[in-house]
Every structure is written in C-alpha cells, then in structure tokens.
C-alpha cells in the first residue's frame, strides 16, 4: 500500500484550504492557519489535525497502526 504524504487542510473558521506534507514520525496536534491565524486542534477522538481537517488521514492511520 502507497501512503500518500499530502493532505489539504481546510479551516473551519474561514473555509481557507492549504496542501501540507505531512509528517511520518509524529502527529501534528496543532495548525494555524496562514488566513484567519486561528490555532486548529484535532477533534476529540482524531489522532491529529489532518485526521480531523485534512482530505487524508495521517500516515499511521493509513498504515493502520493506529494513532501517531
């Protein structure tokens, strides 16, 4: 299975979106967004901010080794 390292976030507040790379050793927790300068935070239950916002999940999600 091929991860896929790119994932656009998309705020919640402005509706700004933005392609990011993702890490492979750790979670992001925390994103701000380049627009509106808001501090984006995961979901109760997401692992990371891509989990919760991005158009992918992280890499350790879809390697199905759970969370970060």
Known sequence: MKIILKSE???PNC???KEETMPTD???FFYECENCKSVLKPNEGDCCIY???GTVAC???QEKKGCC
Do not use: E, F, M, V
């Open 9 to 11: 976030i998309t705020c």
């Open 15 to 17: 509706g700004h979106k």
């Open 26 to 28: 750790a979670c992001q």
């Open 51 to 53: 989990c919760t916002y």
């Open 59 to 61: 890499p350790s999600i």
